[in-house]
Nanobody
Framework: QVQLVESGGGLVQAGGSLRLSCAASGRTLSRSTMGWFRQAPEREREFVAAISWSDDSSDYTDSVQGRFAISRDLAKNTVYLQMNSLKPEDTAVYYC??????????????????WGQGTQVAVSS
């Protein structure tokens, strides 16, 4: 079992930055593809970014490409999401997820086995 705990959310003005962290316990993330998803009120959960365990390749949804960066620190068993140039439409609860059954990245929530509890990000205009 893997337990994931997100942190780093908060309220920020448009144009500002936040760095989300996802700390894992129970198992190393060295063979887990990690993803970040978000869910805004009355909307479905959507893919944000993912990083593959096999080659560190990453994938981003178009709306965050060039503004967000996913990274991981295996020594700390932690994944990060650096979010720059934040916009009000980035407001959502952000979730990290771990998937062990594939070697590439995936945009489908169904691919991921473990989920954190989420951290709120609010961007004011």
């Amino acid at each position: 079992q893997v337990q994931l705990v997100e942190s780093g959310g908060g309220l920020v003005q448009a144009g500002g930055s936040l760095r989300l962290s996802c700390a894992a316990s129970g198992r190393t993330l060295s063979r887990s593809t990690m993803g970040w998803f978000r869910q805004a009120p009355e909307r479905e959960r959507e893919f944000v970014a993912a990083i593959s365990w096999s080659d560190d390749s990453s994938d981003y949804t178009d709306s965050v490409q060039g503004r967000f960066a996913i990274s991981r620190d295996l020594a700390k068993n932690t994944v990060y999401l650096q979010m720059n140039s934040l916009k009000p439409e980035d407001t959502a609860v952000y979730y990290c997820a771990a998937g062990e059954a594939f070697t590439t990245t995936s945009r489908s929530p169904r691919s991921y086995n473990y989920w954190g509890q989420g951290t709120q990000v609010a961007v004011s205009s």
